[in-house]
């Protein structure tokens, strides 16, 4: 069965939160966590900017069949969706409101400090138990980012940046500026 094929009601939550009214909500991030609602604010213009600056970095560097997305919906098992930073998904082209974590390669999250200990721990922590393989987690205060490898069911230090440039072997090869 393919992602395409699934529809939101065969998900747990996931049509209550897909079906919220969009007008009312407009700049708001919206999650969903084993029947709970995290709420949080649009990203402010730094990270968006970032952000930018990410994908324009990795974006020529990924491989074949695989896509980058900013800000789209994950499902993270049964009565969890996420809105990763960004993702890399291993299934390009596919029209669909939300990604099973089985098709995402790699989850980022930017930090802020309204997300810091979210990013660092909590959705860190989703990922895993999602089983994800990648996570990127990017602090622009320091200019500085990590990459996490999945290994026994925990993400791992796997990159870390030195001086300002990540370089990646893994899960494809980049080298990703993060100097302002």
């Known amino acids: 069965m393919r992602i395409d094929d699934i529809s939101p009601d065969q998900v747990p939550g996931l049509a209550e939160v897909l079906a919220l009214p969009n007008e009312q909500l407009l700049g708001t991030r919206i999650e969903g966590v084993d029947g709970s609602l995290v709420l949080g604010p649009a990203p402010a213009a730094l990270h968006?900017?970032?952000?930018?600056?990410?994908?324009?970095?990795?974006?020529a560097a990924l491989p074949k069949?695989?896509?980058?997305?900013p800000g789209v919906n994950v499902r993270c098992g049964e009565s969890r969706l996420l809105i990763p930073d960004f993702v890399v998904v291993t299934c390009p082209d596919v029209a669909t409101t939300w990604y099973p974590a089985s098709e995402v390669l790699l989850a980022a999250e930017i930090e802020s400090p309204s997300t810091r200990v979210q990013d660092r721990i909590f959705k860190k922590a989703l990922y895993a138990e999602a089983l994800i393989p990648y996570y990127l987690l990017v602090d622009p205060e320091q200019e500085a980012a990590t990459v996490y490898a999945l290994a026994?069911?925990?993400?791992?230090?796997h990159t870390k940046s030195e001086d300002g440039v990540l370089t990646l072997a893994e899960p494809f090869s980049a080298e990703l500026n993060l100097r302002a």
């Open 152 to 157: 026994d069911g925990d993400y791992l230090p």
């Open 65 to 69: 069949g695989t896509e980058l997305l």
């Open 48 to 59: 968006q900017r970032w952000l930018q600056r990410l994908q324009l970095s990795m974006a």
